[in-house]
C-alpha cells in the first residue's frame, strides 16, 4: 500500500473529518417510524479508525452519505439512526448535525473539543455531493485539519466527499490519508492486482454480465480460468446457442458474451448442469438438468452438484481465488445449494493456505447467510469499488490521499 495512513501522521489535538461508509440498511422508509439500523456491519467496520483516532486525542467530524435521498427534505435518509446506533457503540454522545455544511456546523465545530464525535447530515441531502462541487468540497475541508478517508465502497466515485475534500486539504497543505478499513481493503485487494500468485482462479456469478464485463476481460488478461456461474452463464449459453428457456437473459450483451468465449478459449469454465424451475415460488418443483437441456419452459436459477464438484477439481491447487456474484438465486433456499456448496469449498481451499478474497454486496451476503465469513481471507465491503480495483482502475477516491 503506498498511500499514507492515520498512524503516519499526528492526529492529537487535531480536528479530524473522516469520510465513512454508513450507508446501512434501515427499518423503515417512512420518517414518522422510531427509525433505527437494522444492520450495523458498516458501523463496526469503521470502528477500528474511529477508536484509533479518539485514543491519540483527535476531535471527530464523521461524514458519509446514506441511501438515495431526492432532496435535503428526504427525512428517511437522515443520519439521526446512524449517530444513535454509534453513540450506543462507542458510550458518549454523537453529536447529531442536521446539515452537512453551514453555520450551525461550522459553530458547533467551533466548540468541539478533543475526545468528541459529530456526525454531518447525510452528503447527498445536498447535490453538490455527486457533481463533486469545489465549493461544497472545500467547506467540507476546511472544517478540519485532517482528511481521513475509511469509504472503500465510495472510493470509486469522485464525490464532493471522497476525492474533492481530499484534494482541497491537501491544496491548504494538511494531510489526507487512509483510515484502517481503506487500509485493509487496499492491503488485500491489492495481492490480485500488483503480481497475483498464480494458479489465480476467478470465479464471476450474480445477475447480469453487463455490469462486469470489463471485469471478466481483464481477468482474462490476469487469472489462468474464469469460472461462471449466476444468472450470468445463460447469456453465455445462448451465445453458444443453447436452449435457455426462461431464463435471465441479456439479449444486448450477447455479442459481447460471444466475443468473451472466443477470446478465452477452455479458459472460461461454463457451468455443466443448472437447477431449474418453472418459477421460483414453492409450488413448482426443481429439477437438475444438463446445461444443454434446459426445457423452453423453465428457467436456470442455479447451478448443479456436477458443476460444482467440477469448480472443485478445476480449483485444486489454486493459489489465489478472486470470487465475485452468487451461483444461483441463493436468496430462495432450494436455490442456494450451488452458491453455499462453492462458499464451503472456498473455506476449504482457503483452509489450505489460498488467498481466497471475495466481493460485491450479494457474495458477502451468501457467504454470510453460509455462515462462511470467518472462513474467507477477505470479504470486500465495496461493492463497485471492488470491481474497479480489480480491473486495475485507479478509484479517484484513493488517488486523491497522500502517497507514502
Ligand atoms: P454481487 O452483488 O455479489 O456483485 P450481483 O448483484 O451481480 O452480485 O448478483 C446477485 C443477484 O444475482 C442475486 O440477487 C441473485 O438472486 C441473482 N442471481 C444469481 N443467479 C441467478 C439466476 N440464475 N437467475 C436469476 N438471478 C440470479
Ligand atoms: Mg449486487
Known amino acids: 500500500m503506498n498511500k499514507k495512513t492515520i498512524t503516519d501522521i499526528d492526529v492529537s489535538d487535531k480536528k479530524v473529518l473522516v469520510r465513512v461508509d454508513f450507508n446501512v440498511p434501515l427499518s423503515s422508509k417512512d420518517p414518522a417510524d422510531d427509525i433505527v439500523v437494522t444492520d450495523d456491519t458498516r458501523i463496526q467496520a469503521a470502528m477500528p479508525t474511529i477508536r484509533y483516532l479518539l485514543d491519540n486525542g483527535a476531535a471527530l467530524i464523521l461524514c458519509s452519505h446514506l441511501g438515495r435521498p431526492k432532496s435535503t427534505d428526504d427525512k428517511q435518509f437522515a443520519m439521526d439512526p446512524v449517530a444513535a446506533r454509534l453513540g450506543d457503540e462507542l458510550g458518549i454522545e454523537v453529536i447529531k448535525m442536521d446539515e452537512v455544511i453551514g453555520p450551525s456546523v461550522s459553530d458547533a465545530v467551533a466548540q468541539l473539543q478533543a475526545g468528541q464525535v459529530m456526525l454531518l447530515e447525510n452528503t447527498r441531502f445536498l447535490p453538490g455531493e455527486k457533481k463533486n462541487d469545489p465549493d461544497l468540497a472545500g467547506q ?22 471522497t476525492e474533492g475534500a481530499a484534494r482541497k486539504m491537501r491544496e491548504k497543505g494538511g494531510p489526507a490519508v487512509a483510515g484502517f478499513l481503506m487500509e485493509k481493503e487496499l492491503t488485500a485487494l491489492g495481492v490480485a492486482v500488483d503480481n497475483p500468485d498464480h494458479p489465480y482462479i476467478a470465479i464471476m456469478g450474480g445477475a447480469k454480465i453487463s455490469d462486469k464485463i470489463k471485469l471478466i476481460e481483464h481477468l482474462l488478461k490476469v487469472a489462468d480460468k474464469i469460472l461462471i456461474g449466476g444468472g450470468m452463464a445463460n447469456t453465455f449459453f445462448k451465445a453458444q446457442g443453447k436452449e435457455v428457456g426462461k431464463s435471465l437473459v441479456e439479449d444486448d450483451a450477447l455479442p459481447e458474451a460471444q466475443r468473451l468465449l472466443e477470446m478465452a478459449g477452455d479458459r472460461l469454465v461454463l457451468p455443466v448442469d443448472v437447477i431449474v424451475a418453472a418459477s421460483l415460488s414453492e409450488e413448482s418443483e426443481a429439477f437438475n438438468v444438463p ?8 428457467m436456470a436459477l442455479d447451478v448443479g452438484l456436477v458443476t460444482i ?21 441463493f436468496e430462495v433456499d432450494r436455490f442456494a ?39 474467507m481471507s477477505h470479504i470486500s465491503t465495496g461493492g463497485g469499488a471492488s470491481l474497479e480495483f480489480l480491473q486495475g482502475i485507479t478509484l479517484p477516491g484513493i488517488a486523491a490521499l497522500d502517497d507514502k
Open 337 to 375: 445449494a450451488g452458491t453455499n456448496g462453492l462458499a464451503m469449498l472456498l473455506g476449504a481451499l482457503a483452509a489450505q493456505g489460498a488467498t481466497v478474497i471475495v466481493g460485491g454486496g450479494d457474495s458477502a451476503a451468501a457467504v454470510a447467510k453460509a455462515g462462511l465469513s470467518d472462513q
Open 309 to 329: 464438484q467440477h469448480f472443485n477439481s478445476v480449483l485444486q491447487g489454486a493459489k489465489l481465488v478472486v470470487w465475485n456474484g452468487p451461483m444461483g438465486v
Open 291 to 298: 446445461a444443454n437441456g434446459i426445457p423452453a419452459d423453465q
Open 140 to 161: 467540507l475541508a476546511d472544517l478540519a485539519d485532517v482528511y481521513v478517508n475509511d469509504a472503500f465502497g465510495s472510493a470509486h466515485r469522485a464525490h464532493a466527499s
